[in-house]
């Protein structure tokens, strides 16, 4: 068994403007998982640069309002709302509230640094 303590976990600035926090990827969990999860904090006013990745991905708002854009379609999302976005989507999310939005994201198979394009 694998307990990760929000408390215990340091955030670290992500390529996109976010603060991430990495809860579960195969390099830290002893399970032999191939996913990972991790909380994403972004200020208000605030967006990720345009991307896209070869995983997929599902988004799950924590607290705050965002607009996920996802290819053509935008999609609001608040507090306790999720979406799937699929491998190869060009993406962002933005802030659109007043106060941090916190969002977990579940990719699968786990992120990886070289299967993400910055697009912007």
């Known amino acids: 068994m694998s307990v990760k303590k929000n408390s215990e976990i340091e955030a670290i600035p992500g390529n996109e403007g976010t603060k ?3 809860y ?20 208000p006013g605030k967006k990720t640069l345009l991307h896209r990745i070869k995983s997929s991905e599902i988004y799950y708002i924590l607290e705050g309002y965002a607009i996920l854009k996802i290819n053509d379609e935008a999609y ?39 299967d993400e394009n910055i697009l912007e």
């Open 20 to 22: 991430i926090k990495q």
């Open 24 to 43: 579960f990827h195969p390099h830290n969990t002893l399970n032999g998982i191939n996913y990972s999860l991790a909380q994403f904090t972004l200020g």
């Open 76 to 114: 609001q999302l608040k507090k306790d709302d999720s979406c799937y976005v699929s491998p190869m989507s060009v993406q962002y999310i933005e802030n659109i509230g007043s106060t941090n939005l916190r969002f977990l994201c579940i990719v699968e198979p786990a992120w990886k640094p070289e």
